[in-house]
């Protein structure tokens, strides 16, 4: 231990971060503000939130620094006659021409760990080159060390054809930002609220085997003439072996501290001055301490055996009744303070 100790290279300087993306309405500002909560309150970091959308007005935190002060949708829509497509991307532009705008501000801010709430517009992520461009400023010419997080509504799983467009865009994403990923399967609480799994929780976090979700499509008259596309979507997905997803209830501090072990690994985060330093607690966070098999199970149980899920298709279905009077008072106890 000793050994790997003398090993470890902490730089304080570097900046970390991370880059929250994902469609509209899949929780990435209430999770910028749960997870500033934690790490500002119970790991004592220096956070910084960061509002990248223009149009975003209603937030549920304060921002340090917020796009809205440099250009706003809705004057940039009045002014040049545009959509709302058109003018997000014209206001990423705009920001991307400005980038010392946002250097200068990220720059008023020192050891400090940043949140960048972005906006929903998936074109942004998998298409359009702006978001990719400014990213690729900050981390290469300003080195910030920042990690993708990219959230997509859970309850996509219950919809083959729909979790196979989650996986595409996923993919796209990952390749198009060139940044570290961590894929995450949001709003883990109501993952079966419009059906039931068809596979256990973790066919879907790992990705296994896709010819299965591709089989299970056949029942539907629909979408049994798209079989050899979805196939080959399947076949695109698996060949590249870059997708798996973390699951988070924002609610839950045990799965945001789970999420946020995955995310200091993929940006290199090394613990500052004010966290507890023990070599334990280092390989703890770089490597993740969880038994996957558990780590999976206890979710599973909560999220779907709980409320009747898990289908006797997936593997190692539960079917353990829901939790106690004591062990709900003991999940209120931990839920993250602006949520409780």
Known sequence: IETEASQLEIDIGAMFGQVVIGP??????????????????????????VNLDPAND?????PDIDLTELVRLDEAMERLDLGPNGGLLFCMDFLLKNADWLVGRLKQFSNAYFLFDMPGQVELYTNDQSVQQLLDHLTNK???????VHLVDSHYCTDAGKF??????????MLNLQL?????????????????????????????????????????????????????LAELVESHSL?????????????????????DQA??????????????A???????????????????????????????????????????????????????????
Do not use: W
């Open 282 to 340: 280092l390989l703890s966070c770089a490597v993740g301490a969880d038994f996957e098999y558990a780590k999976i199970q206890s979710v599973h149980e909560k999220y779907t055996a709980a409320s009747g899920g898990g289908s006797e298709a997936g593997p190692g279905a539960s079917g353990t009744a829901g939790p106690s009077e004591e062990e709900e008072e003991e999940e209120e106890d931990i839920q993250i303070d602006f949520l409780a």
């Open 58 to 62: 209603q937030l549920p935190y304060k």
């Open 142 to 148: 300003c080195d910030y060390r920042l990690a993708c």
């Open 267 to 280: 940006n290199g985060y090394v613990f500052g001055d004010a966290e507890e330093r023990s070599i334990a």
């Open 180 to 232: 570290p990923h961590v894929n995450v399967l949001s709003k883990a609480d109501l993952i079966e609220q419009y059906g039931q799994l068809p596979f256990h929780i973790d066919y879907f976090t790992d990705v296994l085997d896709l010819s299965y979700l591709v089989q299970s499509l056949e029942g539907d008259p629909v979408l049994q003439k798209y079989h050899k596309f979805t196939s080959a």
């Open 164 to 173: 196979v467009a989650v996986l595409l865009t996923s993919l796209s994403a």
């Open 243 to 263: 997708v798996s997803f973390s699951l988070l209830d924002i609610q839950d501090r045990e799965s945001v501290l789970r999420l946020l072990r995955s995310v």
């Open 24 to 49: 509209p309405g899949s929780g990435k500002s209430t999770y910028c503000a749960g997870m500033a909560e934690l790490l500002q309150r119970h790991l004592k970091r220096q956070v910084v939130l």
